[in-house]
T-cell receptor, first 113, second 114 residues
Framework: EAGVVQSPRYKIIEKKQPVAFWCNPI?????LYWYLQNLGQGPELLIR????????DSQLPKDRFSAERLKGVDSTLKIQPAELGDSAVYLC???????????FGPGTRLTVL | GENVEQHPSTLSVQEGDSAVIKCTYS??????FPWYKQELGKGPQLIID?????GEKKDQRIAVTLNKTAKHFSLHITETQPEDSAVYFC?????????????FGQGTTLQVKP
């Protein structure tokens, strides 16, 4: 069974540019999470989706970050405009509805110059 | 707010020795405690988890213990091998009926010397 797929794996952009990350969860997993992982720290939740509904986006900086999961399967996380402090790894995870276990993708490492 | 503290931040052991990583949590309503292993350039991989109705769980060389009264839980790795070298994260959350929000510790870098 394929795991959580993320692309791109690496992205280097200049500050003030837009950037987007894509995630395809494990087949059948209706819950999808985006996490931010700064260097040397644990992941921090940005947003959680149940199907196509964002049920927890309290940690998402909405002035520059947006996310969507239009058909309740894959998801896109966008930053516009990017700032130097956004350099980090962006992780996507998924889980079965009603299950606690979250499975993580490999992440997208963003570098903002 | 909710917080998980993890110690030590780095741990170096000789191959074959045991390694212990400890975490404490602040939210008394937490009842799900997973442990993840993260290798360089990869996402976190679940290695074991425990729920609040269980005090201990073991899977081959890995075991986790939970003390709900003290609000702390620990990961024990026995007979360590070089391939155990990685960053380990503990996490805590309320059960799935809730937010599903995992609160992670700061991580422990484990180095197993051959």
């Amino acid at each position: 069974e394929a795991g959580v797929v993320q692309s791109p794996r690496y992205k280097i952009i200049e500050k003030k540019q837009p950037v987007a990350f894509w995630c395809n969860p494990i087949s059948g997993h209706n819950t999808l999470y985006w996490y931010l992982q700064n260097l040397g720290q644990g992941p921090e939740l940005l947003i959680r989706y149940e199907n196509e509904e964002a049920v927890d986006d309290s940690q998402l900086p909405k002035d520059r970050f947006s996310a969507e999961r239009l058909k309740g399967v894959d998801s896109t996380l966008k930053i516009q405009p990017a700032e130097l402090g956004d350099s980090a790894v962006y992780l996507c995870a998924s889980s079965l509805g009603g299950e606690d276990t979250q499975y993580f993708g490999p992440g997208t490492r963003l570098t903002v110059l | 707010g909710e917080n998980v503290e993890q110690h030590p931040s780095t741990l170096s052991v000789q191959e074959g020795d045991s390694a212990v990583i400890k975490c404490t949590y602040s939210d008394s309503a937490s009842n799900y405690f997973p442990w993840y292993k993260q290798e360089l350039g990869k996402g976190p991989q679940l290695i074991i988890d425990i729920r609040s109705n269980v005090g201990e769980k073991k899977d081959q060389r890995i075991a986790v213990t939970l003390n709900k009264t003290a609000k702390h839980f620990s990961l024990h790795i026995t007979e360590t091998q070089p391939e155990d070298s990685a960053v380990y994260f503990c996490a805590a959350s309320r059960s799935s009926s809730n937010t599903g929000k995992l609160i992670f510790g700061q991580g422990t870098t484990l180095q197993v010397k051959p």
